[in-house]
């Protein structure tokens, strides 16, 4: 068995396209915030906030800008936390950009959260919210919006929802508006994110509510995808990708201790994916969406330099 690189092996040297996701934290009162997205890419879904780099921008002052636009949340640049970086990858086709989406949390900030035109804010109980979910644990409460939304807002929520396919169930997000009650906040509905989230966002709250290193085999932990695994494009591209978890993290195996050091860790993860995205959309819209979890890897690094998540394709094993 031959380490190589995954992206290498297709016929195109894929573009990467520069994406942020920042993602509130209230460790006071144990509560995250997140959006709920109400038109373009990810419409129906809870997500972190963020958008595209734009051209000439960094990522960091992207990060900064898109949370202020979408959450009305001010934030200077010290008090962004780099976590890690999504690389998320289609196995559709060979010329779709991978998405780079660079993670931030951020524990300070200015000015009070905000419904804005393409997100409703929410928070949701950080204690809550650690467990890598599955369909079965996770409490279902039906097709109900979130209780906050708007009337307008909230038939678009429905709609937008209810289109959905990957989506298995809507929990109702409760806001808390004053001091009390932060406990009885739902844990992160999951299960209304991008799929890979539920991999990764366990993991990094662990990480951030513990200060601890931990290593977790997140294959055994997500389901299967609901549809089989196309076989790839043609026989050309890329043969089948088999991620080897253990292997992948026998290094922080032995790196896992609770030196300060160790505790900064940033996460890697590399997504494949069965659908596609037209990415020329107009409105950034989905042409057919971004679905179908397949191989994937989650490795936790020491350090993340500017094109390290590009190195770590070699953690990607090919039989
Ligand atoms: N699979 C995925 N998992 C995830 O966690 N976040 C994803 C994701 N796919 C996309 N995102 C995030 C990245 C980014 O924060 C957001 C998409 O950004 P948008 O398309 O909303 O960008 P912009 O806000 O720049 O767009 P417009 O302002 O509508 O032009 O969704």
């Known amino acids: 068995m031959a380490t190589t690189d995954a992206i290498s092996l297709s016929p195109k040297i894929k573009r990467h396209k520069q994406y942020t996701l920042v993602i509130p934290l209230d460790l006071q009162r144990d509560r995250v915030l997140l959006g709920y997205k109400l038109r373009g890419f990810g419409q129906g879904k809870y997500n972190g906030y963020g958008g595209k780099v734009e051209p000439n921008e960094t990522v960091i002052a992207a990060a900064i800008r898109e949370l202020h636009e979408e ?96 989506e298995v169930e809507v929990v109702v997000a409760e806001e808390v508006a004053g001091e009390e009650g932060a406990h009885d906040l739902p844990p992160i509905p999951y299960f209304q994110m991008w799929e890979e989230s539920r991999v990764w966002m366990p993991q990094l709250l662990r990480h951030v509510s513990k200060g ?93 330099p500017a094109g390290e998540w590009e190195e770590r394709r070699s953690f990607v094993r090919y039989p």
């Open 212 to 304: 601890e290193y931990e290593v977790y085999d997140t294959i055994s932990t997500i389901p299967a995808p609901s549809t089989p695994l196309p076989p790839p494009p043609s026989s050309e591209g890329p043969p089948p990708v088999v991620v080897v978890p253990n292997e992948a993290n026998s290094n922080n195996n032995n790196n896992n201790n609770n030196s300060s050091s160790e505790k900064k860790k940033y996460f890697i993860h590399h997504v494949q994916f069965v659908g596609g995205t037209d990415m020329d959309a107009v409105d950034g819209g989905e042409y057919s969406v971004w679905h179908g979890m397949g191989p994937r890897l989650l490795d936790w690094v020491g350090e993340l």
């Open 71 to 166: 959450s009305g949340l001010i934030v200077e640049e010290p008090a962004m936390i780099q976590r890690g970086v999504l690389l998320l990858e289609t196995v559709a086709d060979d010329t779709s950009p991978i998405l780079e989406i660079h993670v931030f949390t951020v524990e300070t900030w200015e000015g009070t959260e905000t419904v804005t035109e393409e997100m409703t804010p929410h928070w949701f109980s950080l204690s809550k919210s650690l467990a890598t979910p599955t369909p079965s644990t996770t409490s279902r409460a039906g097709s109900i919006p979130p209780s906050s939304l708007s009337s307008s807002s909230a038939a678009a929520a429905i709609t937008a929802t209810q289109r959905r396919e990957d």
